[in-house]
């Protein structure tokens, strides 16, 4: 266990980032931990949840994903019995729990508020899921240490909540949900009431730790970056539906929506017209796209993020764009140039390297040349999805 703290310090972001969305994990198993089928929930006329079909597999780090207000939470309640569903089933690890209290059912969770016992000490707050359960005093302490170990906060035992900082805390009851062992963690926005320099740690070392215990867990949020960072897949929902399920990458590289496409990311949408299964037009000019099923005529958005766009210098590349830098945004790793497409209405956000801003003399009112790559272009419709 001493080498949970080492593991969690250790990784960079760039590293986890490059765990979670671009190779196989082995860590995840066959095995079902958790089936949702035809969930849904109303409060009164209002549905919040519209049949969520849903497999969450043994060791998946899964995170709900969408605006505020789309059912995330709803959903993490009703997987917990604390909200019970209108419709649908749940069953985990083989055995149907849709009708269970939530004390017959086998999770931890963590809420955004970290809503420790305040009159409590560290060590008491942790051991609090332990007691009635018939463990010998030696027993109790030795898992509360075992704990304390595991989130870096051996020592504090004594401790009452108020004496600790938000992310300690928000450890503190990380480990209370993780002290009887549950088979799912279930995670709501644990951390979001965090500033963003804890929250960006935290993430790595709840993401770390969990990959040490292997235990299934859900966690809600509405920060893309931390369910890019984080999860192993990703369920992007939106009013109450699932839009896409999918490995970070898949969601970021292949958005099945344009809700989803810029929901995660940034995006660009440019008005263009179908002229054939893999080209649109965009004014008068012809490009090629991913393959579509749209049919010819159709108004139609040609979809590319920022830093798809290629900016090429006259004369190098077929179906560049002709356009003028309008706005320079400085974002610390990278520029985003806003441009002014010359020969049609439209502006395109365009992600450039400072060595190509160099290279090619980037400055406002310049005049560039952008080129759209076949594979980046992605066809939506126009209304919404
Ligand atoms: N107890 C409730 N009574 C009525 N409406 C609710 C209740 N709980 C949630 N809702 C509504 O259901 C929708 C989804 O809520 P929630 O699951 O909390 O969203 P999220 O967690 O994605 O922000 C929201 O429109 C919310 O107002
Ligand atoms: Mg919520």
């Known amino acids: 266990m001493g080498d949970v703290m080492r593991t969690m310090q250790q990784p960079s972001l760039a590293a986890l980032v490059g765990q979670t969305a671009f190779m196989p994990d082995s860590d995840v198993s066959e095995s079902i931990c958790l089936e949702i089928e035809g969930l849904s929930k109303s409060f009164g006329a209002f549905v919040a949840l519209n049949t969520i079909d849903l497999t969450i597999y043994e060791g998946e780090f899964v995170c709900f994903l969408g605006p505020s207000g789309c059912g995330k939470t709803t959903l993490l309640r009703a997987i917990a019995g604390l909200e019970p569903q209108s419709s649908g089933r749940i069953v985990q690890m083989g055995k149907e729990i849709s009708h269970l209290p939530p004390q017959q059912r086998d999770f931890g969770i963590v809420f955004q508020s970290y809503a420790l016992f305040p009159n409590l000490t560290i060590a008491d707050n942790i051991a609090y899921g332990l007691r009635n359960q018939g463990h010998s005093r030696q027993a109790l302490q030795a898992r509360v240490h075992e704990l304390m170990c595991l989130i870096g906060l051996e020592g504090s035992e004594k401790k009452y909540p108020a004496q600790l900082s938000g992310g300690q805390q928000q450890r503190v009851a990380l480990a209370r949900a993780l002290a009887t062992k549950p088979g799912l963690l279930l995670l709501d926005e644990p951390l979001s009431a965090l500033d963003a320099q804890v929250r960006v740690h935290l993430r790595q070392q709840i993401k770390a730790l969990q990959k040490t215990l292997g235990v299934t867990t859900v966690m809600v949020t509405h920060d893309q970056e931390e369910a890019l960072t984080m999860a192993d897949r990703i369920v992007v929902m939106n009013h109450g539906v699932i839009?896409?399920?999918?490995?970070?990458?898949?969601?970021?590289?292949?958005?099945?929506?344009?809700?989803?496409?810029?929901?995660?990311?940034?995006?660009?949408?440019?008005?263009?017209?179908?002229?054939?299964?893999?080209?649109?037009?965009?004014?008068?000019?012809?490009?090629?796209?991913?393959?579509?099923?749209?049919?010819?005529?159709?108004?139609?958005?040609?979809?590319i993020r920022p830093e798809e766009v290629v900016l090429t210098s006259s004369g190098q590349a077929d179906s560049q764009l002709e356009a003028r830098v309008i706005h320079i945004e400085y974002l610390g790793a990278f520029l985003r140039l806003t441009c002014d497409v010359t020969s049609a209405d439209i502006q395109l956000r365009v992600d450039i390297q400072h060595a190509d801003a160099v290279q090619h003399q980037i400055q406002l009112g310049k005049d560039v040349h952008l080129a759209l790559p076949a594979a980046s272009c992605r066809v939506f419709r126009q209304d919404g999805n």
């Open 243 to 303: 839009e896409q399920i999918g490995t970070p990458e898949e969601v970021y590289r292949h958005p099945k929506s344009a809700f989803v496409a810029q929901f995660v990311g940034n995006m660009n949408f440019l008005s263009a017209e179908v002229c054939s299964p893999t080209a649109v037009m965009l004014g008068a000019q012809r490009y090629t796209t991913q393959p579509h099923a749209f049919e010819n005529k159709r108004p139609v958005h040609l979809a």
